[in-house]
T-cell receptor
Framework: GEDVEQSLFLSVREGDSSVINCTYT??????LYWYKQEPGAGLQLLTY?????DMKQDQRLTVLLNKKDKHLSLRIADTQTGDSAIYFC????????????FGRGTQLTVWP | DAGVIQSPRHEVTEMGQEVTLRCKPI?????LFWYRQTMMRGLELLIY????????DSGMPEDRFSAKMPNASFSTLKIQPSEPRDSAVYFC?????????????FGNGTRLTVT
């Protein structure tokens, strides 16, 4: 189908690692993105990975891509209360005229 | 760059009134998107444009919704007449042409409340 799937909620303790998972649909997707939405704000690009990569690390963020299973994950190390937000994954299917396909978003709550 | 600029930030109106939401994309971006976000339905794509031409409006809920892009630096989303179920946050976003890494850039949204 067309849906990009994410679990809706995740709760972690401050200092622990968070792992947010996403399943996408198109094996020919070129780029996969993670966006972060804080309360009252728009979606901000957090990181991305190109489809020929398996992993990308950016400070506390690690993105893992399993193309065979069409599975994308975002790991946040040493999660802080400021990381509490909604996280969206999105796929660029390349051939489709310009749009990205978004998941429903995962609400991450970080407890002190 | 100032990013994608939306106005107003908040709009409260009565049922039956016309509502116009405005968006200025990032300069040089040739794609513009209108999204709606609600708790029930999440983020929905309403319509998007390429070089000011509507490409896909299949997400527009009904004829009460219309969108225009008269030039590369301005777009409007109009709801006439508005209904309480239109209450949501409406986002505008823009991006460069695809073919290389080109993420969407979002505005801060317009929170619409229809009473």
């Amino acid at each position: 189908g067309e849906d990009v799937e994410q679990s809706l909620f995740l709760s972690v303790r401050e200092g622990d690692s968070s792992v947010i998972n996403c399943t996408y649909t198109d094996s020919s997707s070129t780029y996969l993105y993670w966006y972060k939405q804080e309360p009252g704000a728009g979606l901000q690009l957090l990181t991305y990975i190109f489809s020929n990569m398996d992993m990308k690390q950016d400070q506390r963020l690690t993105v893992l891509l399993n193309k065979k299973d069409k599975h994308l994950s975002l790991r946040i190390a040493d999660t802080q209360t400021g990381d509490s937000a909604i996280y969206f994954c999105a796929e660029d299917r390349g051939s489709t005229l310009g749009r990205l396909y978004f998941g429903r978003g995962t609400q991450l709550t970080v407890w002190p | 760059d100032a990013g994608v600029i939306q106005s107003p930030r908040h709009e409260v109106t009565e049922m039956g009134q016309e509502v116009t939401l405005r968006c200025k994309p990032i300069s040089g971006h040739d794609y513009l998107f209108w999204y709606r976000q609600t708790m029930m339905r999440g983020l929905e794509l309403l319509i998007y444009f390429n070089n000011n031409v509507p490409i896909d409006d299949s997400g527009m809920p009904e004829d009460r919704f219309s969108a225009k892009m008269p030039n590369a630096s301005f777009s409007t989303l109009k709801i006439q007449p508005s209904e309480p179920r239109d209450s949501a946050v409406y986002f505008c976003a823009s991006r460069h042409s695809t073919g290389y890494n080109s993420p969407l850039h979002f505005g801060n949204g317009t929170r619409l409340t229809v009473t």
